[in-house]
T-cell receptor
Framework: AQTVTQSQPEMSVQEAETVTLSCTYD???????LFWYKQPPSRQMILVIRQEAYKQQNATENRFSVNFQKAAKSFSLKISDSQLGDAAMYFC??????????????FGGGTRLMVKP | GAGVSQSPRYKVAKRGRDVALRCDSI?????LYWYRQTLGQGSEVLTYSQSDAQRDKSGRPSGRFSAERPERSVSTLKIQRTEQGDSAVYLC?????????????FGAGTRLSVL
């Protein structure tokens, strides 16, 4: 079974600074997807960024980028120029590439990011 | 154009009672998922359904969890004989198709407290 681990329950960053959230996972699959979701307080989770495991190039979405190390099974999220609106819970998630059982996500425990003005 | 909507947002139940949580997904989405989110443990999938078919994810104890899909874009998660350990946030998600590339869109969740 796949597992996803986020070792940082909480992180804080000064506004305009850069922060990196860690995520490691365990799988025997060679092809899969990795995701970072953001969940603001009392609001729904929204997708921040997605990485296909077969792509060597790290995904980037504006101020958000990932460092995908497939051999190490590591998938960290870097947030540049942090903004107050980035404060939220961040969840790392894994999904098999082709899953006839429904493409369910496996989530990590989450990291609460606080942004200091 | 509304996203995934869940109701109620908060639910308090006495231990042993049955509860029903509702999810209204995005129109046209095919697959609906229910996840259970507990603090520090992330989210685990409870069940999912594709179109009108209901498929349960193994792992939930004693079959107390089930989902119905009375309409294509509506799902109801039913928890029978609630236990204190069922206290969690229940998330509903939907996706357009049963294809690997499609992402899931989440609701804001229902926070269930079992006393």
């Amino acid at each position: 079974a796949q597992t996803v681990t986020q070792s940082q329950p909480e992180m804080s960053v000064q506004e305009a600074e850069t922060v990196t959230l860690s995520c490691t996972y365990d799988t025997s699959e060679s092809d899969y997807y990795l995701f970072w979701y953001k969940q603001p307080p009392s609001r729904q989770m929204i997708l921040v960024i997605r990485q296909e495991a077969y792509k060597q190039q790290n995904a980037t979405e504006n101020r958000f980028s990932v460092n995908f190390q497939k051999a190490a099974k590591s998938f960290s999220l870097k947030i540049s120029d942090s903004q107050l609106g980035d404060a939220a819970m961040y969840f790392c998630a894994y999904r098999r590439l082709n899953n006839n059982a429904g493409n369910m996500l496996t989530f990590g425990g989450g990291t609460r990011l606080m942004v200091k003005p | 154009g509304a996203g995934v909507s869940q109701s109620p947002r908060y639910k308090v139940a006495k231990r042993g009672r049955d509860v029903a949580l509702r999810c209204d997904s995005i129109s046209g989405h095919v697959t609906l998922y229910w996840y259970r989110q507990t603090l520090g443990q992330g989210s685990e999938v409870l069940t999912y359904s594709q179109s009108d078919a209901q498929r349960d994810k193994s792992g939930r104890p004693s079959g107390r969890f089930s989902a119905e899909r009375p309409e294509r874009s509506v799902s109801t998660l039913k928890i029978q004989r609630t236990e204190q350990g069922d206290s969690a946030v229940y998330l509903c998600a939907s996706s357009p198709r049963q294809l690997a590339k499609n992402i899931q869109y989440f609701g804001a969740g229902t926070r269930l407290s079992v006393l």
